[in-house]
């Protein structure tokens, strides 16, 4: 064989050979991502999407129990951790879930507050949803003390009526006994009536303000019908009202809300300061704009609240002297209906006192211009219209 044809042959025994081994190579690759996936199965996609929109905390675990997908939930959330995961309990109670496909739950630990639920997926994986009940846990601790509450103050009232009116039939035949029982009679139901009255306006404080539930209110013209409606009350007690207008302030200041119950949480602060006032005291109503809000502030020559009292003053049937209260026919819910009614329409209320000089509560509205009040009366109009049966458009829009 001549030289030149070793050397071609010898190029092609070496071409095949590197071809040889590139198959060898690229088959052997392909053997082990066939076999790494027949190991671990991909993730169903239907699952990933779902628990992808999810916005609770989601995490995937596959055979071995380690996780190999969490939702963005899970990754912007720090309650749970590698640790947790590999806590013993928890592996133990999810391999009895991987093997016999029963969801667990793992409620809270003493002092914790996140629930953990184990779910079988494809008989490969598993899915960890958890739940932080903290604020589930405050919402029933207030639940639990609001009805505590309510049962203590129903049964004072509930229980003097029937001790009244078992003395009243006893005494039927002394007219004198009968007529001082009746008087305490009226006083007590008329507490009870309260007390029913403010927890359904508490009730309706902390739901939430829908916007078809909002229409314009006049704060002005609010606080001079409550004013007015004082008047006797204070009177009986000594106490002179005085309502304090700026005349350069605009007559129309309106804000979005519920009249009713903005009237209430003006009538709540007025009958507390006319309340807690001394006979030949007065109580002071005014009304200023700052920053394209109203703020209308209450305020009384009272015995005023101690520094320890004002962070709770605004709590549900707190009360800074029972007796006191009590005997005045404060339900002790006034202030607290205030405030959630304050907050429901965007705004706040705020507390200053001082004792042996008098408290100022001051009431902050956001205002509205003049040009959505007049879109909103004309909105009001064309209800009304349809109401009536009536073409809901007005006459220059029928005319055009």
Known sequence: MTPTLLVLASVGLGLAAGALGTAVVFGTRSLGRKRAASMRPELPPAAIELLHALDRFAVILDASLSPVYANPAARDDSRITGEQLNDAEFLKRARQVMSTGATDVIDPAEGDTIRLQIVRLQRRFLVVFA???GEEQRVNAM???????????????????????EAVLEAADEPEIVRSFAKKLHKESRRLGDLSRDIIQLSEAQTSLQPEDRESVA?????????????EFAAQQGITIVLDEDPTLPENLTT??????????????LTNAIRHSPEGASVGIGIDVEDNNCRITVKDQGEGIAAEHLPRIFERFYRVDNARS??????????SIARHTMRAHGGDITVWSQQGVGSSFTLTFPLIEDELSEKERRRKKRSARK????DPRT?????S
Request: hydrophobic share 40%; no cysteine.
């Open 131 to 133: 739940d932080d009940l």
């Open 387 to 390: 109401k009536r049966g009536e």
């Open 326 to 335: 009590r005997d005045g026919g404060g339900t002790g819910l006034g202030l």
């Open 219 to 231: 704060l002005r013209a609010v606080v001079r019908t409550e004013v007015e409606a004082h008047q």
């Open 395 to 399: 006459k220059k829009e029928v005319t």
């Open 143 to 165: 639940r639990r003390d609001f009805i505590a509450n309510v049962s203590h103050e129903l049964k004072t009232p509930i229980a003097a009526i029937s001790l009244l009116s």
């Open 256 to 269: 979005l809300g519920r009249p009713s119950s903005l009237g209430t949480v003006i009538a709540n602060l």
